[in-house]
């Protein structure tokens, strides 16, 4: 291990699927031991965007198997382990590119400012490398099932209690709104409770006979969120403790 990440998410609930998605996600890679040593970032602030090589620590234990229910097929059609981003892998790896705000050496300490991350608090780094974008990006590239990123939006409205809060941390935590209205917009409930239906005569049966009405909770920097669908278009959030 390289490096460790901080991160708003402090677990794995409503964490999108991957990085770039929500863009208000800041965090920061702060280098240890000997690769803590300023010499081993010279140049790649003029990358806007690096790799990050990372253990999906949080899972590792649990094991892996050859075939996988990705989120995007349903979460109820099996495909194979490599076919997709699975975090339970045989080797439990993941790479996710994210965009690189600035880097700060301060105290001996040297540090990555990140934005975009899809990654849990105190993920471990084990490596770092710069976005290429002339090999790394292939435009007519084609990426079977998950070709689009998923447009299953929702619009996320705030109750009164819920904005009184957000006012009272908007100092410490000014982006904490456009964060919470970023992650929920990706509807982070199991795919099979989610209403894709392309059809507003489908969304109206759904909303009708299948409607999830649970309480909802999500763990963002040191705040509990509570949220719930209050239509099958709109999550409301209802307090932030
Ligand atoms: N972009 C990476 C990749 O393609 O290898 C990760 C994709 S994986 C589908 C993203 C999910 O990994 C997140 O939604 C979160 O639930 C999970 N995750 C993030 N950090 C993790 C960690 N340290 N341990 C276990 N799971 C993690």
Redesign the pocket.
């Known amino acids: 291990m390289i490096a460790r990440v901080f991160s708003p998410?402090k677990e794995?609930f409503a964490?999108?699927?991957?990085?770039g998605i929500v863009t208000a996600a800041t965090g920061k890679v702060v280098l240890l031991n000997k690769a803590n040593n300023i010499d081993l970032v010279r140049d790649l602030a003029q990358f806007s965007h690096i790799w990050l090589i990372?253990?999906?620590?949080?899972?590792?234990q649990q094991g892996w198997k050859p075939l996988v229910r990705p989120p995007r097929l349903g979460g109820n059609k099996k495909t194979g382990v490599f076919s997709t981003?699975?975090?339970f892998r045989p080797n439990p790896?993941?790479?996710?590119v994210v965009r690189l705000e600035k880097i700060t050496y301060i105290n001996k300490q040297v540090e990555l400012h990140i934005s975009g991350l899809?990654?849990?608090d105190?993920?471990?780094i084990v490596d770092i490398k710069p976005y290429i974008p002339y090999s790394d990006a292939i435009p007519d590239a084609k990426a079977g099932f998950a070709q689009e990123q998923p447009s299953n939006s929702k619009h996320v409205s705030f109750a009164q209690k819920a904005r009184n809060t957000l006012d009272s941390v908007q100092v410490e935590f000014p982006n904490l709104q456009t964060l919470i209205e970023q992650v929920l917009a990706q509807d982070p409930r199991p795919a099979y409770k989610q209403n894709n239906s392309s059809t507003l005569h489908e969304a109206s049966l759904i909303d009708k006979t299948n409607f999830d009405d649970k309480v909802y909770g999500i763990r963002l920097y040191r705040f509990n969120i509570k949220w719930r669908l209050i239509s099958a278009s709109t999550i409301e959030v209802f307090e932030i403790h």
């Open positions: 998410y794995k964490i999108p699927r991957q990085p990372f253990v999906f620590h949080a899972t590792h981003r699975s975090t790896i993941g790479m996710s899809d990654l849990l105190q993920t471990p």
